[in-house]
């Protein structure tokens, strides 16, 4: 499975989830939900408000990912392996220095690194995003694309986002379960019984068949049957065709 | 700014959020925070666990979005006025009678209708998700693709997710389409007339009529009928029903 290639094997163990200064143990619990749902496995956190980490990691239900999550006493050590880093903020209008590349854009471009390299995704605290010195040590930021009057996301919510675009396009190959369409001539069949039924009804008046048959036919058309419910519709006309036609 | 142009003005207004069966206050305020952030307005909230909303409103800092959200007291009503019903699910395996899309295909298709109509994006409760009742009521389901071994996200996390990617590539290009589609409310009259159509032809016996009248339900809302389409087709329905019944 395509799914597999990136969130599975070696490219997505070449992500790393930074945390910076996380205060909220739900948002550091919820921050590893995200990243079991979507394939990673690698979070580190950076001076996290010591008790709201140890109540994350102890906390009934927590992962193993978040378990073994590392801890660092500061951004340059949490990256220090890693080629490419990422900071994620919330800002419009900040002055910056780095560049800001939108959401979509980003994510492309560290999934192509990801495939040889390894990355690191920073995320700040709750209230403070990342301050200037965490964004120092990233090559770029990227920016999730909110409105500018409420620009703050839940960090939580921000991880999962972000993760999810990740991982958005590698699986291709996953398929919409779609149900193998009606064939032209069992619409005909099917379009034929309806319009026994009209006639039996007295919907369909004789002198006006022509132009009614064409609409219906069409109508038949634009309903988008699959085979399967094509077959069950005509099973219903019949049935309802027979009530009819058994009584006159 | 091409963000404006999707998530606000009048296309945003056009999504109506639906969470079923909540359970956690938490998740609910997230799902609030999540439509803000991404800029959508409209919240309702189906069945939720009466404290657990009531907790969530009185937040201290509940956004107006959260105060206004409409209850309901099932689907049927909350997606009444809606042209387009769209589940969301992490199933797998499980076996549906619905189209599945993956989440970017699926967010691509509601893009396109909020154009010009409304759609409904349902989430279920963080336990069970969406019954198979509450997934009778819609068109089709849409697949956040989260890994196989860990399918089940944060009902907040799994708004975000969906939102964002409602927004991500928002440029006005899309087009209207050209027939306005049904709305759930017609689709709903249709489904009764059809059914009364079957009962009074015998293809429904009154003894298997709940799992039939389900699956009579989602074949009505497989068809992606126009409006015009539905009302001619209860036309004909009523008529045909009007025979059978004129000679009991």
Known sequence: M??????????SKRLFVVLVAARNPLNIGAAARAMSNFGFVNLRVVNPYELAFREARSAVGASALLKYAKEYKSVADAVADCSLVVGTTA???????????PLHEGALAIRKKLQ??????????????LSNEDLSYCHWLMRIPTVRERPSMNLGQAVAVCLHELVREANGSLQAEKHPAARAAELDRLTAMLLDALRASGYVKPTIAGPTEEKIRRLVRRLSLSAEDARVSLGMLRQILWKMQSKD
Chains 1, 2 share one sequence.
């Open 2 to 11: 395509a799914r597999k290639s990136l969130a599975g094997g070696s490219v």
């Open 91 to 101: 800002a419009h209008k900040r002055k910056l220095d780095h560049e800001l590349r």
């Open 116 to 129: 040889s390299e390894t990355v690191a995704l920073l995320f700040g605290s709750e209230k403070r995003g």
